[in-house]
């Protein structure tokens, strides 16, 4: 039988929903036109990208000229250049801006002239804009950076090379990319570490290879990109 009163449950609850209401507690507020979107910063640790080709995944990209081709290749990133001082590289469909990440790679050289050089690309923008970090089998390193259609060299006067067996591969790569400054590593020892001219953008990395008075042919394994502190 009703008798005119409500519930004390009932009445508890619409004096909480009013409440709600009144301050707003618990709310979010709809989006506005032109509210930063915040990227939250990655766990340091955590594995933002890794390609072990294996699955010829189709994320890298893929050339094949008279001079240099870049094709996937028995479970590996295959970059080999048949003219001499001639580049070729390959970045990834990774699109996330980056900030403080480590770089792990294994190089493995096939074939090719001693002076060959292979190695990262950080920080690519376009084909114009970006930066090299680079090696030979025998430890020798530069840092390179492609800027309106020029090369400037970043190596330190006073960069020695790694301390390597003849000709010793594979090579394990790795390169910290923290701030504005990026640290080489060649087999687990650091052979050196320059500023980027500009700061870092963000932009997307990659792989490199450069024929020396030869050719070079080398496949790339185990790619691994992390967050650093």
């Known amino acids: 039988m009703q008798n005119g009163h409500l519930p004390k449950s ?3 609850g619409l004096i909480a929903l009013v409440l709600l209401l009144v301050t707003g507690v618990g709310l979010s507020a709809p989006a506005q036109a032109g509210d930063a ?3 939250p ?3 340091p640790g955590v594995i933002l990208f890794e390609d072990d080709f294996a699955t010829y995944s189709g994320r890298w990209t893929l050339t094949e000229t008279a001079k240099a081709s870049v094709t996937y290749d028995a479970e590996t ?3 080999r250049v048949v003219s001499p001082g001639v580049f070729v590289w390959s ?3 990774f699109d996330t801006p980056l900030r403080d990440y480590r770089l792990d790679v ?3 050289i096939r074939e090719g002239s001693a002076d060959s050089v292979f190695g990262f690309v950080v920080d690519y923008q376009d084909d114009e804009h970006y930066y090299v970090l680079l090696t ?3 430890g020798d390193w530069q840092v390179l950076r492609r800027y309106e259609g020029e090369w400037i060299n970043l190596t330190p006067a006073d960069a020695e090379p790694v301390q390597r067996g003849e000709n010793d591969s594979p090579v394990m790569l790795r390169v910290d990319v923290i701030g504005d400054s990026v640290t080489l590593f060649v087999d687990d020892q650091e052979a050196g570490r320059v500023a ?3 700061g870092q953008s963000g932009a997307v990395f990659g792989l490199v290879a450069r024929a020396g008075r030869g050719y070079v042919d080398v496949s790339f394994d185990d790619f691994r990109v992390t967050a650093e502190d």
């Open 10 to 12: 009932l009445l508890a």
């Open 37 to 39: 979107t915040i990227t």
């Open 41 to 43: 910063t990655p766990t």
């Open 77 to 79: 990133l295959n970059l």
């Open 91 to 93: 970045v990834p469909d």
């Open 106 to 108: 294994m190089a493995d």
């Open 136 to 138: 030979t089998t025998q």
């Open 196 to 198: 980027l001219e500009d």
